[in-house]
């Protein structure tokens, strides 16, 4: 196994000492420097952690947050940034003084979130990182919950031509705050869909975890039926001018005819949450399958064919199940004594900082927001140090295939760096169709490094 300096971002020790010193934060602290400096310790951590796993490598990063106790830091610190981004960033947006020199320092407060659930996403695979997050597990499967219905939502009530309409073009005559809520907004689909990962993680290991975390998953969220409702709507599916585009790997793909009935991963997560939901013996004596409940569970009975069950053979005993299901009522659930815990970190920040909203918007305009030039000039020196390119690339398990004939490629394009080709002919050919794209990609970059590096 290759181990070169090349393929790390950071060693053993270098990641306990960050994972050793990650804190929470108030809400107000959001955007200090403090907050910078462990903004950077969470995506070299995320970085590592998926060197780690897609290398088959020591898994040295999850095995730290979960000896050092950390997963619950993380998740409050994920919380924390959904919060901000309801209650704080519209508010900033609309603050009549605010004109900040560059949106760069706004948007990684933004792109934190994000940067939490891949992490989270990553480690949370693992039974143990599920056990060491003890009680913060409730705030874990409420916060997936809320970005489930949101998923879900999204969905049903989507504008036909807004959902058809393709969402990766940079508008570069977008003003900068417009363009940053844009990217939030977009930034929102890639989070849900890593919540559904790990809400499937988190039911891989449900018998290992607080019993109120199955209670909630069952009986608080009903979590199978929204489920079910993410298989009817599928919002990582949409039509594109006549042609079904699925959402896979962060990009919309065209998907050729005879591959339509393949299974995606995001179509994978759902059904073994399914899965682990409806069979499992402790969930079947929790769960009420009262009559909307069956009802509900019975339309998975259309999606069960062969074909699907040739992917995912087991689903084969859940099609067993249902079919038990519509001919039964089974017994209502067992109603144990409990005492139920409650998940705290939403509501103890609601609590902390309600009424507080503009206040705190208004301090960070001014402490974190409106930053000197040389303290952009150091946040964009070290931010270029913590997004490594080379080290981002070697993150990417498959081969860049040429954008002409989609063999694997070599080279990339001059210009944007953004589209790769397996040789001069391919490029020359493919150049009136990349041609404005190309140049949306260099403005939308030039921007970038203008926000980034201002003129002395």
């Known amino acids: ?64 947050l979960v000896s050092l106790g950390k997963i619950p830091t993380l998740i409050h610190e994920m919380i924390l940034v959904e919060i901000w981004k309801v209650k704080i960033f519209p508010v900033l947006c609309q603050l009549q003084d605010f004109n900040p020199q560059s949106t760069f320092p706004l948007y990684m407060v933004i792109h934190h979130e994000a940067t939490i659930i891949n992490l989270l996403e990553t480690v949370m695979f693992h039974q143990d990182s599920c056990e060491s997050a003890e009680d913060s597990i409730l705030d874990l499967v409420d916060y997936c919950h809320r970005k489930l219905t949101l998923l879900a939502g999204r969905s049903v009530t989507a504008d036909p031509a807004t959902h058809n309409r393709r969402t990766d073009a940079v508008d570069v005559n977008a003003s900068s705050v417009q363009d940053l809520q844009k990217q939030s907004a977009a930034l929102e689909f890639d989070i849900s869909l890593k919540a559904l990962s790990v809400l499937r993680y988190i039911t891989d290991h449900i018998d290992s975890v607080r019993l109120s975390a199955l209670t909630r998953l069952l009986c608080t969220h009903n979590l199978p039926c929204v489920l079910v409702q993410l298989l009817e709507h599928c919002p990582w599916s949409r039509t594109s001018k006549g042609q079904l585009e699925k959402y896979m790997d962060g990009k919309w793909h065209h998907i050729p005819r005879e591959d339509q009935v393949k299974m995606t991963k995001l179509d994978g997560q759902v059904w073994i949450a399914l899965l682990n939901l409806l069979l499992k013996p402790e969930c079947q004596r929790k769960y009420d399958f009262n009559n909307f409940n069956k009802n509900q569970l019975l339309k998975l009975q259309a999606f069960l064919t062969e074909v699907l069950i040739d992917q995912l053979p087991n689903l084969a005993d859940l099609q067993r199940f249902l079919s038990h299901l519509a001919v039964t009522d089974p017994a209502p659930p067992r109603k144990d004594l409990i005492l139920e815990q409650i998940p705290e970190m ?54 860049p295939k040429c954008g002409t004939c989609g063999s694997e490629a070599t080279k990339r394009c001059s210009r944007c760096q953004g589209e790769w080709y397996c040789g001069r002919e391919c490029q020359v050919k493919h150049w009136p169709k990349h041609k404005k794209a190309c140049q949306l990609m260099v403005d939308a970059t030039e921007k970038l490094q203008k926000d980034l590096t201002l003129k002395t």
């Open 1 to 64: 196994m290759e181990s070169s300096s090349s393929h790390h971002v950071l060693f053993p020790g270098e990641s306990e000492g960050y994972i050793q010193n990650l804190e929470t934060f108030p809400l107000k602290d959001i955007g200090s420097p403090r907050w910078f400096r462990q903004h950077e310790y969470i995506e070299k951590l995320n970085m590592q952690a998926i060197l780690n796993a897609t290398g088959a490598q020591d898994e040295f990063v999850k095995e730290q």
């Open 346 to 399: 939403w509501n103890n920040i609601m609590k902390e900082n309600s009424g507080k909203w503009k206040a705190i918007a208004k301090h960070q305009v001014k402490q974190a927001f409106n930053p000197s030039e040389s303290d952009l000039r150091e946040q964009a020196h070290r931010l270029a140090q913590t997004y490594n390119l080379d080290v981002i690339e070697s993150l990417i398990p498959d081969k």
